[in-house]
């Protein structure tokens, strides 16, 4: 029984298509087992009419065997019964059993026992087999454990089959079992935007903020987080970073948590470790979003790793099993909060942070309609519309960033005896000429490092050199 997987209005996945299917279905086995009844009174004679009924129904095996096998007035092994309707439903087209070399016998057992006892299907995301029964109700996907695959394995042998454990594998980690993409298989689930509601911006105005330029910039960071997803081939991976700076109790995290309709919700986490760089390299080609919970307790190594990894639009990851890398897309996208209303420590990367300030209780109790939300985004991505910000957007944000800079040791001597001046020749300052003057004002225990005087110098000041000569225009105050 073939279906096509939709969601609901909530973005969960929808199987009130196939009730009616399975009811008809259980109306059929039923009616096929009345007539059995009525016929003999020979359990065994009884479950052979009632298997040869159901294959000329046209019903699958395994949900009949089921129902056969609850049924208390049949005194009849489960082993029996799975027999009979084994041998009902064998093909006697088929090539037989008798004239086929052992090979093939294990291939054509193992492929027809999953056929009928379990769906299969591999995860390109997780990177990952999942198996569900097929007995006709409703379960939710599982990832493939070794537990499961040997139960499988004695549960084919005890069929009769001839295959082992590791004939079992061959085929389940093989492109036998077809691929799935729970990103991209919601995306095409959602439909088509009607057009009557802009839903991304009205996500965006659930954060109560006076940042004017928060629901452009949320829209455009919605926009690469699902063209990333769609791994549309562009220059541009999603570089953006909405941060969400505001006190306890203002649902920053349940809104980042909520971003994701429930049925992807997997594919969220709330931390990356950066200090573990495989597991790094695995949550980017393996998640959907991100959220880096309270970023100022990031240290500047930290911060400086995350900038470098949101340049990444493919990540290397090991194989499992494996000692082989393979190259694939990121999907990952990121997203912060934080309690600090200064989280920023290097000023060279603020241009990717949507620093938003929450000044107030975030919305999150009203259904969020998942289905036209992300509809929308797929057809503006289509459509042409931008999802990476501009050059005049960038500066912009560089500037409205500022007030979230945390000033460090070095911006602060600096600052204080120091202002920035024009391009002139008398007041060049280099590197040691600066060093020797701060020496001269303030303690040893008060002296910025080299890197962190460099990085003061870049960010506060205009180098230059004139005649060979390098170093920044400015001058001692009250000079």
Same mark, same amino acid.
């Given at each position: ?21 399975? *009811?008809?279905m ?39 065997? #089921? ?18 309707? *084994? ?28 056929? *009928? ?5 591999? @995860? ?35 069929? %009769?089959g001839? %295959? ?30 009607y057009?009557?509601?802009d ?36 220059r ?39 200090? @573990? ?9 393996r998640?959907? #979003? ?17 900038k470098?990894? #949101? ?32 989280? #920023? ?39 042409g ?54 020496r ?13 005087l ?9 180098? %230059? ?5 390098? %170093? ?8």
């Amino acid at each position: 029984m073939k279906k096509k997987t939709t969601f609901n209005r909530k973005g969960l996945i929808n199987e009130t298509a196939n009730v009616e299917a399975l *009811r008809e279905m259980r109306i059929s086995y039923y009616s096929c087992l009345a007539n059995a009844l009525r016929e003999t009174a020979d359990d065994e004679e009884i479950v052979c009419l009632t298997a040869r009924a159901c294959r000329q129904a046209g019903l699958p095996e395994e949900p009949c065997v #089921l129902r056969t096998i609850d049924q208390d007035r049949l005194a009849l092994s489960d082993d029996e019964v799975r027999k009979i309707f *084994r041998v009902a439903y064998t093909d006697k087209a088929v090539k037989p059993r008798s004239v086929l070399n052992q090979k093939e016998r294990i291939a054509r057992g193992i492929a027809d026992f999953f056929s *009928r006892r379990y769906e299969l299907r591999y @995860n390109t995301v997780k990177k990952i087999e999942e198996w569900r029964p097929r007995d006709g109700v409703y379960h939710e996907w599982q990832q493939l454990t070794d537990r499961d695959l040997n139960r499988m394995t004695f549960e084919q042998m005890n069929e %009769g089959g001839d %295959g082992w454990g590791i004939d079992l594998q061959l085929y389940l980690h093989s492109t036998m079992v077809p691929q799935y993409n729970p990103l991209t298989e919601f995306l095409n689930g959602c439909g088509r935007w009607y057009g009557h509601k802009d839903h991304i911006a009205e996500l965006a105005r659930r954060v109560p903020t006076d940042y004017e330029d928060w629901e452009p910039l949320f829209h455009c960071w919605f926009l690469a987080m699902v063209a990333q997803w769609m791994n549309i081939e562009s220059r541009f991976s999603n570089m953006l970073v909405p941060m969400l700076i505001g006190g306890q109790g203002t649902h920053k995290t349940t809104f980042c948590r909520m971003l994701l309709p429930p049925a992807l919700r997997d594919y969220f986490v709330d931390d990356i470790k950066m200090d @573990n760089a495989e597991q790094v390299e695995r949550v980017l080609a393996r998640m959907a #979003l991100v959220n880096i919970d309270e970023y100022n307790a990031k240290t500047e190594r930290e911060q400086a790793k995350i900038k470098r990894i #949101l340049a990444e639009k493919d990540v290397q990851v090991r194989k499992m099993r494996s000692d082989q890398y393979i190259r694939t897309q990121r999907t990952a996208s990121f997203i912060a909060t934080t309690n600090s209303p200064t989280p #920023l420590t290097d000023p060279t990367g603020s241009r990717r942070y949507i620093c938003c300030p929450v000044q107030g209780i975030i919305d999150t109790e009203p259904t969020v309609n998942y289905r036209q939300l992300y509809a929308q985004a797929v057809y503006e991505i289509k459509h042409g519309v931008r999802y990476y910000p501009t050059r005049e957007e960038e500066q912009r944000m560089e500037q409205h960033n500022q007030q979230f800079q945390m000033l460090r040791k070095a911006d602060i001597v600096l600052t204080d005896y120091f202002e920035p001046v024009d391009r002139n020749k008398d007041f060049l300052m280099t590197f040691p000429e600066i060093e020797q003057s701060l020496r001269s004002r303030i303690g040893a225990g008060r002296m910025p490092t080299f890197s962190e005087l460099s990085s003061a110098l870049a960010h506060h000041f205009r180098a %230059g050199a004139i005649k060979g000569r390098r %170093g920044w225009y400015m001058r001692i105050r009250n000079q």
